[in-house]
């Protein structure tokens, strides 16, 4: 289906160069100046600014839009374009094409404004990437839904979409674990046992245990902490996957950053910005003042290896060795993407934290070090969560502590089970990245309007029920004369159309929660609309009731599209 915004903005600048050939307007490079709904519906669908040509042109802003309208080429989906001051085109749709779409997006079905513009190219999303020392938490479910939800939509813009969790299973947090697993195997075996400060408290490691008692007897008595990492490493990773599952999120690939240290990766990477004059040996970076070096002196440090990573903007340099030779998390982090650039992705977005931003700065820098661009390399930063409710003696929210299988955190299991996996999904998605959420337990699982996730699948589970009643009566929508559809079905129907629009705008910007807040806006066009666009009332006309049949089956495509879009499922009955 057309993108009737960039179909406007083609037409526009289609004319701009026939005034321009013309000598009605000097030449000059036609600037990307988007076509946008207007603030009032009274405006009109569509307008187009002619005021940021006004330098350019060296004509009053009305009199360059004038001179486009003279020279439009005809638009199919047009009924009328005006001039309006200072120097706006305002666009009406016409209420044909309107009617068209209906059957239009009834075709398109699931892939409905499936787009091209990733057309050929491919797509990596890295999310989660939590080391398996550990269930997934709720801090790594917003994660988790933001980076799902962006590869669906690249999906949906015609990406082929990777989805990839990094992460590393070496280190000190693994070899707590394996300790601690070890100690609270001994414990289920009967041992006195006390755990160290520092270790694992979690009881979901009290769980892991009594699994390997019932599976392996006392047969691990005597086996070292080793064995115990391998064991741990598996059933956290089942467990991860599991709970993962649970809210419809799958990954095509794990990659262990301890594969970089085998395959001598990083000293590889190290090598090449070496020889491309960006490393240095000094127990201090270079830009270290009097005072920094009197306390290094005095420390009595090694000389490290440093990435001069100034060079390209950063505020000091990095350790990318230490002095006693081993590599910051830096060094991997650096050569892991270089892996990913290797692989052939036009894009990898990596789904952080907001306390990976320093880090994301200087991994691109070291990518630049390296002599590769780090242009495909994208980030979005994803603020704090926690699970809140109502206190009533308090006045205010607190957050919800109440994991039994997890020690000091809660888990996406203790969420999926406090509420639902679709109410996780909306509610994850339903915040710009950048801000902080409290995930307010009361709220969604309300069976009202209040809960947008109820809000917005009701949309499609009153479809549903049309269809079903209409089954029930052997009325069908064959045939449907959609000139019959009142101004209602068509104003649902120019929201709808945005849909395209949105989808493109969260893929170009990486903003995946913007297709959150279209749904919502959607169904609060939906809801009055179905309240008054009856289909089976006594007092519709028969011819009248198939096209709303159509509306309505139109509509269902929309909501189903978006639902998918967002990871949630599309219920016929609530």
Known sequence: MKLLNKELEKAIAEALRAAQSTGELPRFEIPEIPVSPPKRADQGDLSYPAMGLAKL???KPLDIAGLILSNMPDLDFVCELELAPPGFINCVVSQAYLRQQVDAIIAEGDALFQLDIGSGKRAQVEFVSANPSGPITIGHTRGAVVGDAMARLLEAAGYDVQREYYYNNAGAQMIKLGKSLRLRYLEQLGAAVELPAGFYQGEYLVDVAADLVAECGDSLRDAPWQRFIDLAES????????????IDIEHDAFFNETSL???DRIWQVLDVMRENGHIYQSPYWEGADEAEIADVDAKGYQPATWFRSTSFGDEKDRVMVKSDGEPTYTLPDI???????ERGFDIAVNVLGTDHFSQAQVVKHGIRAMGMDPEPIQ???NQMVRAVR????????????????????????DLVEMTSADAVRYHMLARSPNSQLDFDVDQVVKQSNENPVYYIQNAYVRCAGIFREAAERGVNDDGADLNLLGEDELRFIRKALELGN???????????HKIAFYAHELAAVFHPIYDRVRVLHSEVPPETAKARL?????????????????????????
């Open 502 to 512: 949105v989808i493109e705008q969260a893929v170009t910007h990486y903003e995946p």
């Open 261 to 263: 240290f085998e395959s």
């Open 390 to 413: 109502w206190n009533e003696d308090l006045g205010e929210y607190e957050a919800v502590k109440q994991s039994k299988r997890a020690g000091d955190f809660d888990t996406l299991d």
């Open 550 to 574: 159509r509306f309505y089956r139109a509509a269902s495509v929309v909501f189903y599209r978006l639902l998918r879009l967002m990871g949630m499922s599309a219920p016929e009955r609530m």
């Open 379 to 381: 980030v979005i930063f």
């Open 57 to 59: 042109a060296r004509r």
């Open 335 to 341: 050569a892991y993407h270089c892996d990913k650039l």
């Open 235 to 246: 059933r956290m990773f089942a467990w991860i996957k599991r709970s993962l599952a649970s």
